[in-house]
């Protein structure tokens, strides 16, 4: 069975530019969350999706978006990029939408603003 | 809003000695998930737990709901476990509403 897997690895971006970063599920998983880890931050809740609909966010400004598509795979779009978005960013998947299920990780996709 | 900490933040201890890594949190939660993060990033999900204890290899997890407070207990330690092991907690809202995290605590495991 796949895991999680995100896209690109790694990507640089200059202040202002927008990001697109991409995440595909485990197979049978509905729910898919981001993270942000950035430095001396720790990891961070930024956004939750599940059944192609947007359930909940974190504490994060609204130039961070998304969606997830029906295949259930997601992007994470940030605009108006600033310096102190580089980061490691997270995805993870679970089946159904409780709060008791296991979430399963990719490696992230480490994002560095210039 | 939940308040997860982490205890120690950093620990370095020689290879066969047994580890413990605590975690408390402020406000009832419906899991307690115990995650494994090594220097590429990648996080692996090392056990979910609600109550009671959970066994898997070397690695038990323990957590005390009333006290709101679990135990990472790794036996026989290994370089390999060198790590950063990660608390963090769903809601208890019933829905996801995302996990809340611990800081992390760094483990080197020396020879």
């Known amino acids: 069975e796949a895991g999680v897997t995100q896209s690109p690895t790694h990507l640089i971006k200059t202040r202002g530019q927008q990001a697109t970063l991409r995440c595909s599920p485990i197979s049978g998983h509905t729910s898919v969350y981001w993270y942000q880890q950035a430095l001396g931050l720790g990891l961070q809740f930024l956004l939750w999706y599940d059944e192609g609909e947007e359930r909940n966010r974190g504490n994060f400004p609204p130039r961070f978006s998304g969606r997830q598509f029906p295949n259930y795979s997601s992007e994470l779009n940030v605009n108006a990029l600033e310096l102190e978005d580089s980061a490691l960013y997270l995805c993870?998947?679970?089946?159904?939408?409780?709060?008791?299920?296991?979430?399963?990780f990719g490696d992230g996709t480490r994002l560095s603003i210039l | 809003k939940n308040e997860v900490e982490q205890s120690p933040q950093n620990l370095t201890a020689q290879e066969g000695e047994f580890i413990t890594i605590n975690c408390s949190y402020s406000?009832?939660?419906?899991?307690l998930h115990w995650l494994q993060q090594h220097p590429g990033g990648g996080i692996v999900s090392l056990f979910m737990l609600s109550s009671g204890k959970k066994k898997h290899g070397r690695l038990i997890a323990t957590i005390n709901i009333q006290e709101k407070h679990s135990s990472l207990h790794i036996t026989a330690s290994h370089p390999r476990d060198s790590a950063v092991y990660i608390c963090?907690?769903?809601?208890?809202?019933?829905?996801?509403?995302?996990?809340?995290f611990g800081k992390g605590t760094h483990l080197i495991i020396q020879p």
């Open positions: 993870a998947s679970s089946w159904g939408d409780r709060s008791n299920q296991p979430q399963h």
């Open positions: 406000v009832g939660i419906s899991a």
């Open positions: 963090a907690v769903s809601g208890s809202g019933g829905g996801a509403d995302g996990l809340t």
